[in-house]
């Protein structure tokens, strides 16, 4: 069964520093990743997708990378900045035929201060 | 506006009640999925539905109940037998099941408490 693990739970960091969350995933057998972000209270918005074949995908300040040989993920956060503070969540799509299949990340929870 | 909504917002449930959340979507998507967050937990899976007049048990399916008559539409019912109902509730479609850029967008969410 496929676990997916987030360290750390929560981080604090001060507005400009460039920050890394972490994913890692017990069954290499997947056929994507994606980051989410989910502010208190509201929906999951999805950031960056990952196919299987994928290494990294870039979308603005956010680079997300895949190493799926070793079940890792890392989501790369360029310049923070308050308005990033939220939690982030990975999930990791199965193998063929279930691959909408998402399994979840407990998160991380972060915080941009001034 | 295109999106997915869920209502109502909030809900309370009585015991021995049965309750139905709500969640329709105008993305023309073929997928839908019911998830439940709980404090400290990731995103479990209740039910998905990849047509119409189709849908599967997920990880979690004991006490729930779906249906899926119509594309836009995917209702949950939370019945009584599900003896700890208290959770937020996650709606979500994507464009099909097995696509490769198989992405899930989110409703806003219901959060379900017993009285």
């Known amino acids: 069964k496929q676990e997916v693990t987030q360290i750390p739970a929560a981080l604090s960091v001060p507005e400009g520093e460039n920050l890394v969350l972490n994913c890692s995933f017990t069954d290499s057998a997947i056929y994507n990743l994606q980051w989410f972000r989910q502010d208190p209270g509201k929906g999951l918005t999805s950031l960056l997708l990952i196919q299987s074949s994928q290494r990294e995908q870039t979308s603005g300040r956010l680079n997300a990378s895949l190493d799926k040989s070793s079940g890792r993920s890392t989501l790369y956060i360029a310049a923070s900045q308050p308005g990033d503070s939220a939690t982030y969540l990975c999930?990791?799509?199965?193998?063929?035929?279930?691959?909408?299949?998402?399994?979840f990340g407990t998160g991380t929870r972060l915080q941009v201060t001034l | 506006d295109g999106g997915i909504t869920q209502s109502p917002k909030y809900l309370f449930r009585k015991e021995g009640q049965n309750v139905t959340l709500s969640c329709e979507q105008n993305?023309?998507?073929?997928?839908m999925y019911w998830y439940r967050q709980d404090p400290g937990q990731g995103l479990r899976l209740i039910y998905y539905?990849?047509?119409?007049?189709?849908?599967q048990k997920g990880d979690i399916a004991e006490g729930y109940s779906v249906s899926r008559e119509k594309k836009e539409s995917f209702p949950l019912t939370v019945t009584s037998a599900q003896k700890n109902p208290t959770a937020f509730y996650l709606c979500?479609?994507?464009?099909?099941?097995?696509?490769?850029?198989?992405?899930?967008?989110f409703g806003a969410g219901t959060r379900l408490s017993v009285l």
């Open positions: 979500a479609s994507s464009p099909g099941l097995l696509l490769a850029k198989n992405i899930q967008y």
């Open positions: 993305l023309n998507h073929d997928a």
């Open positions: 539905s990849q047509i119409v007049n189709d849908f």
């Open positions: 999930a990791v799509g199965g193998d063929t035929g279930t691959a909408s299949k998402l399994t």
